[in-house]
C-alpha cells in the first residue's frame, strides 16, 4: 500500500544540518527555505524531530534554539518545534536506535554513516542534505531545503506507482529554466523527474499544458513519446526512457522523423477531440510573424543600448542584421500582395496541426532496437504547419544536412497535397523565422535572458556566453540562404519566376 502523507515522520540531524542553517541565518533565503520546510510539514501533519549529539551540551544546545525561536509557535513567529522532539544521543549506535525507536520514515543528514549502520531500519529512506563533491551519493541528496519540501511530494507520486522508495536521483539536463533528474527505485524501477523553476513565466501551467498534451497523444495511439504518470506543481514524473542522442542521422532515422511529423498530421482530426491548447508562440495571423520579429530585435536592440551594453552587438544589428531583417520583411509583405492575403486573416483548424514546436533530432532518444522516441512537449500544442517546419530548419541546435531537411519537407508537402497554401506560407514566412532564430542568440544580452540562463546554471559566465552566442550569430548570418534558393517547387514559380526580392 502506498506510504499515506500522515505516515510521514522525518528527523534532521542537528550538527550537519539545521546548525549549517543556523551559520547562515543572515541569508534570507537559506532560512526562508527552512522555514518553508518545516511550515509545510506541520501543515501536512508530518511528525518533526531533530537528533543530536552529546547529551553533555543539552542545555546549551537548547538555549541556542530557545533564540533562534525554534520551541515558539508557528502562528507566532516561530518553528512549533516541542523540546520533546529534541533528542540526544552519544553514539552513533544510540542515533540508530533512537531512529528505529521512534519509528521514523526519513532522515536528513549530511554524513552518511547512519545510514550505512547495519542495525539501521531497512524502512528508513536517507536523505543526504548538501552536494557530496567526489563519488557519486547513493541516496538522493538535496541541497537546498526547498528541494527536499518538494522531494515529499513527487516521492508520493512514485509510492502510488511503484510502492517502492527511491534510492538514486541523478541529474541528467539542466537546460533553460527546467531541470532534468533519473529517479531509481528500490524495486528497479526508474522514471524521469522534471523540475520548472518556480521563478520562470507560467511555470505551473506550462507544466499542465505538458502533461495533457502527452497524454492526449498517447490517446490518439502515439506512443513514442513520454508518458506522464503524475505531476504537481512545477514537478512532473514521466516513464523513463532508455536510449542514446541521436547526433548524426542515417536514413533510417530520417524515415522516422517524416513518419512521426505525418503521424502527428493524420492524426489531427482524432486529437481535436482531445482537450489540446494552442501553442504558446503560436502563430495563426501572418502578422505575428512580422511582429514577434520585430518584438525581439527592439528587446535586443534596447539591451545593447544600454549603458553597459555589447556595442559591437549593436553595431552587427544596426548594419548587417538591419540589412537582412528590412529584405526579409520586404520579402514577405510582397508574398501576401502576391497572394492577396490579410495579414489579420486567421488560418483556419483545419489547416493547423499539432507542433511539438522545439521539433528535431535534438529532442529524440534512439532505444536499443532502433526505435526513435520524441521528447520535449513543453511548448507544444496548435500551430501553423509552416511556422513548424520553418523552425525545424533553422533551429540551430540540431545538424542535420540541408538535404535531409528537405527531405523532410518534401515528404510533408506531399502529405499535405490538400493544403496549397500551406507552402506558400512556408516560402512567405520561412526567411522571417531564419532572422529570428539568429536574433534568439543575440537574446542573450537581454538582462533577464541572462538571469534565467544563470539561475539554471549559476557557474555560467555571462560575458563568454554572449561572445559564443554572437559569434555563432554571426555565422549564421554569414552563411543564410533565402528559402527559395535552398528548395524549388515548381507550382510556387509565377510565369515571370520567383518573386523579385532585394535579399
Known amino acids: 500500500m502506498a506510504q499515506s502523507a500522515q505516515s510521514i515522520k522525518v528527523g534532521i540531524d542537528l550538527d550537519h544540518t539545521i546548525l549549517a542553517v543556523d551559520e547562515a541565518l ?36 537548547t538555549q541556542h534554539l530557545e533564540a533562534k525561536k525554534f520551541f515558539i509557535a508557528m502562528d507566532k513567529g516561530g518553528l512549533g518545534f516541542a523540546k520533546e522532539d529534541l533528542i540526544f544521543v552519544d553514539s552513533e549506535a544510540e542515533k540508530v536506535a533512537k531512529i528505529n525507536e521512534m519509528g521514523l520514515t526519513h532522515f536528513i543528514d549530511d554524513a552518511m554513516e547512519t545510514f550505512q549502520h547495519a542495525d539501521l531500519s531497512k524502512t528508513l529512506q536517507p536523505l543526504v542534505f548538501g552536494k557530496k563533491e567526489g563519488a557519486a551519493c547513493p541516496y538522493p541528496a538535496f541541497g537546498e531545503w526547498s528541494d527536499l519540501t518538494n522531494f515529499f511530494y513527487w516521492q508520493q507520486g512514485i509510492r502510488d506507482l511503484t510502492q517502492s522508495r527511491i534510492v538514486s536521483l541523478t541529474g541528467l539536463k539542466e537546460h533553460g529554466d527546467n531541470f532534468i533528474y533519473k529517479v531509481g527505485c528500490e524495486d528497479g524501477t526508474e522514471f524521469i523527474l522534471k523540475h520548472y523553476l518556480e521563478s520562470s513565466e507560467h511555470a505551473e501551467e506550462r507544466l499542465a499544458a505538458e502533461i495533457k498534451h502527452l497524454n492526449a497523444l498517447h490517446g490518439v495511439g502515439i506512443t513514442n513519446v513520454p508518458k506522464p504518470s503524475w505531476h504537481r506543481g512545477c514537478w512532473g514524473l514521466f516513464n523513463f526512457i532508455q536510449g542514446t542522442p541521436v547526433t548524426d542521422a542515417d536514413e533510417g532515422d530520417v524515415d522516422q522523423l517524416i513518419a512521426f511529423l505525418i503521424q502527428l498530421d493524420q492524426k489531427s482530426q482524432a486529437l481535436r477531440d482531445q482537450d489540446v491548447s494552442r501553442a504558446p508562440n503560436a502563430r495563426f495571423r501572418l502578422h505575428l510573424y512580422a511582429d514577434k520579429l520585430n518584438q525581439l530585435w527592439n528587446q535586443v536592440l534596447q539591451a545593447c543600448q544600454r549603458p553597459d551594453g555589447p556595442k559591437d552587438i549593436m553595431l552587427f544589428m544596426m548594419t548587417d542584421m538591419e540589412q537582412l531583417r528590412q529584405d526579409n520583411l520586404n520579402h514577405f509583405y510582397l508574398w501576401l500582395k502576391r497572394e492577396k492575403w490579410e495579414k489579420e486573416q486567421e488560418i483556419s483548424d483545419k489547416e493547423t496541426i499539432f507542433s511539438p514546436s522545439d521539433f528535431g533530432f535534438h529532442n529524440t532518444l534512439k532505444d536499443p532496437n532502433g526505435k526513435l522516441n520524441f521528447l520535449d512537449f513543453e511548448e507544444s500544442g496548435w500551430d501553423d504547419p509552416a511556422k513548424l517546419l520553418a523552425d525545424f530548419f533553422y533551429n540551430t541546435e540540431q545538424k542535420l544536412s540541408t538535404e535531409n531537411k528537405l527531405k ?96
Not at 48 to 56: D, K, N, P, Y
Not at 487 to 500: S, V
Request: charged residues 25%; glycine residues 4%.
Open 26 to 61: 543572515e541569508n534570507s533565503e537559506v532560512l526562508f527555505g527552512f522555514k518553508a520546510f518545516v511550515m509545510d510539514h506541520r501543515q501536512s501533519g508530518n511528525p518533526l524531530v531533530i537528533v543530536a549529539h552529546g547529551a553533555g551540551e543539552a542545555a546549551s544546545v
Open 408 to 503: 523532410v519537407l518534401d515528404a510533408f508537402v506531399k502529405q499535405r497535397e490538400w493544403d496549397e497554401n500551406f507552402l506558400k506560407r512556408f516560402w512567405a514566412i520561412s526567411d522571417l523565422i531564419a532572422v529570428e532564430w539568429i536574433l534568439k542568440h543575440l537574446s542573450v544580452v537581454i538582462p533577464d535572458v541572462m538571469r534565467r540562463m544563470q539561475y539554471a546554471n549559476p557557474t555560467l559566465d555571462p560575458k563568454q556566453v554572449v561572445k559564443q552566442h554572437f559569434q555563432a550569430a554571426i555565422q549564421m548570418r554569414e552563411t543564410f540562404q533565402p528559402m527559395e534558393h535552398l528548395c524549388k517547387h515548381d507550382q510556387l514559380l509565377d510565369q515571370e519566376g520567383e518573386i523579385e526580392t532585394s535579399g
